[in-house]
C-alpha cells in the first residue's frame, strides 16, 4: 500500500535557490545526500549572494542537529513555520549508492550520485513515491531518461503563468458608464477631478490601478481607494500634452502616460514598470527622477543598480573604483542621459551641452548590488534597471533599503532573464509586482508598445 507520505531528495542548487526550502515540504521526509553537504561546504566562501544563502542553509543545518542533541541516525524533526502543519523528518543520507547507473554515466558526479541515492531510496521504500527535486532541467531530463520522478522547485513560484501578471491597466466595456453612473458621486479639488463609483467591478479594482475606455469620450483615469462596494478615481494628467512635459519628454501612448503619472506622483513610493526593449522604461524614468531632484527638490540623489549578470562571455575584472566598475554595465543610463541632455539645449552650443551634461551626471549615482546590505536612503530615488535578475530575496533586500523620502522604481523584462535557475514565474520583479498591487502607495503598469525606431519596433516583431 502507497502510502501518502513522500520523500523528496533536494539537490544542492533548491537550497542555493532558497535557504527555507526543507521548510516547504509539509508532512513530507526530505532527504540530504552526502554530496550535496560537500557542495555545499565548497560554495559557503565569498561575499556573494550564493555564499550567504550557502551560510544560511548550514547555519539552519546546525541548528536542527543541536536540537536533536546530535542524534541524527533516525532524522531530524522539520519545524513547523506554522503550529497547526504536521511537519516531516530531515535525513541525511550518507550511503554509497548501490544502485548501477549506465555505463555512459559517470559515477563520480554530483548529479550521477544524486540520481543513484534517489534509486537507492526508491528501492529501500518500496511502499513510498521518491522525487528527486531540482533547478536543473538537464539533470530533470536524465533522471527521466532512468524513469526517476524529478520535479522543479517551485514552491516559490508567484503565479502559474506568466501571463496571468498583474499589468496595472484595465478596459472599461462600453456599458460601463450606464452601469456605474446610478449612484455616481464627482467633485474637484485643487484643479484635480475625482469620481465615486459603485458597482461589480468598482470592487475588484486595486489601489493606482488605472482605467480607460476607447470611446470618443477618451477617459483616463487612476484609482485611488477602494471602500468596500465603491471606488474614488482621478482621473490622471495628460502628459502627452506639449505644456506637461518631463524633462523635454512626452507619453507617446497611453501606457507612457500612466507610467510618468506613478513616476511624477510623491504619494507613490513604489514603481515597477514592465515591458520589452524600446517602450521608454528607463527613459521616462529618469526624467522623472531629475524633474523632481533638480526642479523640485523632492530627491537629493538619484542611484541607479542592476544586476551584473554578462549575457556573453564574461570580461573578467575590471579596475577603478566602485562606479567605474560599474560603468560597462550603465551603457542604458549613458544613452538616456544623452537623449535627455540633448532636450532643450540646443541653443547653448557645445559647452552650454557639455556643462549640462555633467550637472545631470552629477546628480546620477552609480552603486552595485553587493554593497547594499546595511545602507538607508534618505530622500533618494532609486532606480533598480534590470529587476527580473534579482531573485525574491534580493529585491527584498533593496526595497528594505528605502528610508523616509525615498522613492524605489524597478524596471525590466521578465521574457530576458539571464540569472541560472529564475524563471518568469519566479522572478523577483514579478514577486513584487504580485506582492504590492494591493498597497495604496505602489504602482505598476506594463508598457506595450515600443517607441525606439520603426526599425526596432520590426526587429522586435520577426526575429
Known amino acids: 500500500m502507497t502510502t501518502k507520505r513522500k520523500i523528496f531528495v533536494l539537490d544542492?542548487?533548491?537550497?542555493?535557490?532558497?535557504?527555507?526550502?526543507?521548510?516547504r515540504f509539509q508532512e513530507h521526509d526530505v532527504y540530504l545526500p552526502i554530496v550535496v553537504l560537500e557542495e555545499l561546504d565548497r560554495a559557503k566562501v565569498g561575499m556573494s549572494e550564493v555564499a550567504r544563502n550557502v551560510r544560511q542553509v548550514s547555519r539552519f543545518l546546525d541548528e536542527l542537529v543541536e536540537k536533536a542533541n546530535g542524534d541524527i541516525s533516525n532524522g531530524v524533526k522539520i519545524p513547523a513555520v506554522i503550529e497547526s502543519i504536521e511537519t516531516g523528518r530531515l535525513h541525511f543520507h550518507l550511503e554509497a549508492v548501490h544502485s548501477v547507473l549506465p555505463n555512459g554515466m559517470r559515477g563520480d558526479s554530483p548529479d550521477n550520485t544524486l540520481?543513484?541515492?534517489?534509486?537507492?531510496?526508491?528501492?529501500?521504500?518500496?511502499?513510498?513515491?521518491?522525487?528527486?527535486?531540482?533547478?536543473?532541467?538537464?539533470?530533470?531530463?536524465?533522471?527521466?531518461?532512468?524513469s526517476v520522478r524529478a520535479e522543479d522547485y517551485t514552491t516559490d513560484q508567484v503565479l502559474d503563468d506568466a501571463n496571468l501578471l498583474y499589468t496595472g491597466v484595465e478596459k472599461l466595456n462600453g456599458d460601463?458608464?450606464?452601469?456605474?453612473?446610478?449612484?455616481?458621486?464627482?467633485?474637484?479639488?485643487?484643479?484635480?477631478?475625482?469620481?465615486?463609483?459603485?458597482?461589480?467591478?468598482?470592487?475588484?479594482w486595486f489601489p493606482s490601478q488605472f482605467v480607460y475606455t476607447e470611446d470618443e469620450r477618451r477617459f483616463e483615469a487612476i484609482v485611488r481607494r477602494v471602500e468596500g462596494e465603491s471606488a474614488v478615481i482621478e482621473v490622471v494628467k495628460d502628459y502627452a500634452h506639449e505644456r506637461n512635459k518631463v524633462w523635454g519628454i512626452n507619453a507617446r501612448n497611453r501606457e507612457q502616460n500612466f507610467a510618468l503619472n506613478l513616476l511624477m506622483d510623491p504619494e507613490i513610493d513604489f514603481v515597477s514598470l514592465l515591458g520589452q526593449a524600446g517602450t521608454g522604461k528607463?527613459?521616462?524614468?529618469?526624467?522623472?527622477?531629475?524633474?523632481?531632484?533638480?526642479?523640485?527638490?523632492?530627491?537629493?540623489?538619484?542611484?541607479?543598480?542592476?544586476?551584473?549578470?554578462?549575457?556573453?562571455?564574461?570580461?573578467?575584472?575590471?579596475?577603478?573604483?566602485?562606479e567605474e566598475k560599474m560603468g560597462p554595465w550603465m551603457g542604458a543610463l549613458e544613452d538616456n542621459l544623452d537623449v535627455l541632455h540633448d532636450t532643450g539645449t540646443g541653443e547653448h552650443g557645445s559647452w552650454g551641452r557639455a556643462a549640462t551634461h555633467d550637472l545631470l551626471r552629477s546628480r546620477v549615482r552609480i552603486k552595485s548590488l553587493n554593497f547594499m546590505r546595511g545602507r538607508t536612503f534618505l530622500r533618494k530615488l532609486l532606480i533598480i534597471d534590470e529587476a527580473q535578475n534579482l531573485s525574491p530575496h534580493q529585491m527584498k533586500t533593496l526595497i528594505t533599503r528605502a528610508g523616509p523620502g525615498s522613492k524605489i522604481v524597478c524596471l525590466g523584462n521578465i521574457a530576458q532573464i539571464d540569472t541560472p535557475y529564475l524563471t518568469e514565474t519566479t522572478s523577483g520583479l514579478t514577486y513584487v509586482v504580485d506582492r504590492f498591487k494591493q498597497w495604496e502607495h505602489s504602482g505598476h503598469i506594463t508598457l506595450q508598445r515600443g517607441e525606439r525606431s520603426r526599425l526596432a519596433d520590426y526587429a522586435s516583431e520577426i526575429l
Open 115 to 146: 540520481l543513484g541515492v534517489t534509486l537507492d531510496l526508491g528501492k529501500s521504500h518500496p511502499g513510498r513515491e521518491v522525487i528527486l527535486v531540482t533547478k536543473d532541467i538537464n539533470l530533470r531530463i536524465k533522471a527521466h531518461a532512468l
Open 282 to 322: 528607463t527613459l521616462m524614468t529618469l526624467a522623472a527622477a531629475l524633474t523632481q531632484t533638480l526642479e523640485h527638490r523632492r530627491y537629493t540623489e538619484i542611484i541607479m543598480t542592476r544586476m551584473t549578470v554578462p549575457v556573453g562571455e564574461d570580461i573578467g575584472f575590471l579596475p577603478g573604483t566602485e
Open 176 to 204: 460601463f458608464w450606464e452601469k456605474h453612473s446610478k449612484d455616481m458621486e464627482s467633485w474637484k479639488e485643487e484643479g484635480r477631478t475625482f469620481y465615486r463609483l459603485t458597482g461589480p467591478r468598482a470592487r475588484t
Open 12 to 23: 544542492t542548487n533548491v537550497l542555493i535557490h532558497d535557504p527555507t526550502a526543507i521548510l
